[in-house]
């Protein structure tokens, strides 16, 4: 299973905008990246998945190099309420997704 | 579709107890995971099953818990018997497996407290 790195934890302040990156060096070729959200008392939430390049959906952006090392999450204009914790997860069909410890993301007025 | 659905959503028992949590997928979906979250340890992976049959349980901490899944909408997560340190919030989540992208859909969690 691909192993993934990413920051404990982040500040940022509302409206602008946050890029949660995410290392996974040992990355397979059949291996997607997804990321999930997870307020207090909530299970994780799918946010947004990719394989390569840029995907980009009504919540978020995720760029991926074209050497699929890294990934950066990017989240255009925080609110209070994106205050969670962000995970990075590599994995495919028939692979168990292995949580890290998530980036907790604090939204500060 | 109403989503993963989990019972009870809190369960508070004695240490010695036997507990049964209880999930239902969202329909259609054919791959179905129990994951343990703590503040200590994260989220953990419990046990995976592919169209009903267990995959892998290699995250199961010990004989005390054992999971089913008699059909394809419905599983149960078995402790017994219960001990404090079992105290955590407990995922289910489900995922199509139609295609390599598919992704998983958590449930709202079961809070464990074993006193």
């Known amino acids: 299973l691909a192993k993934t790195t990413q920051p404990i934890s982040m500040d940022s302040y509302e409206g602008q905008e946050v890029n949660i990156t995410c290392s996974h060096n040992?990355?397979?070729?059949?291996?997607?990246i997804t990321w999930y959200q997870q307020f207090p008392s909530q299970g994780p939430r799918f946010i947004i998945q990719?394989?390569?390049t840029k995907v980009t959906n009504e919540v978020a952006s995720l760029f991926i190099p074209a050497d699929r090392k890294s990934s950066t999450l990017s989240l255009p204009r925080v609110s209070l309420s994106d205050t969670a914790v962000y995970y990075c997860l590599v994995g495919g069909a028939g692979n168990m997704l292995t949580f890290g410890g998530g980036t907790r993301l604090m939204v500060k007025p | 579709d109403a989503g993963v659905i989990q019972s009870p959503r809190h369960e508070v028992t004695e240490m010695g107890q036997e507990v049964t949590l209880r999930c239902k997928p969202i329909?259609?979906?054919?791959?179905l995971f129990w994951y343990r979250q703590t503040m200590m340890r994260g989220l953990e992976l419990l046990i995976y099953?592919?169209?009903?049959?267990?995959?892998?349980d290699s995250g199961m901490p010990e004989d005390r818990f054992s999971a089913k899944m008699p059909n394809a909408s419905f599983s149960t997560l078995k402790i017994q018997p219960s001990e404090p340190r079992d105290s955590a919030v407990y995922f289910c989540?489900?995922?199509?497996?139609?295609?390599?992208?598919?992704?998983?859909?958590f449930g709202p969690g079961t809070r464990l407290t074993v006193l």
């Open positions: 989540a489900s995922r199509s497996g139609r295609t390599p992208s598919d992704t998983q859909y």
């Open positions: 099953f592919n169209n009903n049959v267990p995959i892998d």
């Open positions: 040992n990355i397979a070729t059949n291996d997607y």
């Open positions: 990719g394989y390569k």
């Open positions: 329909s259609g979906h054919n791959s």
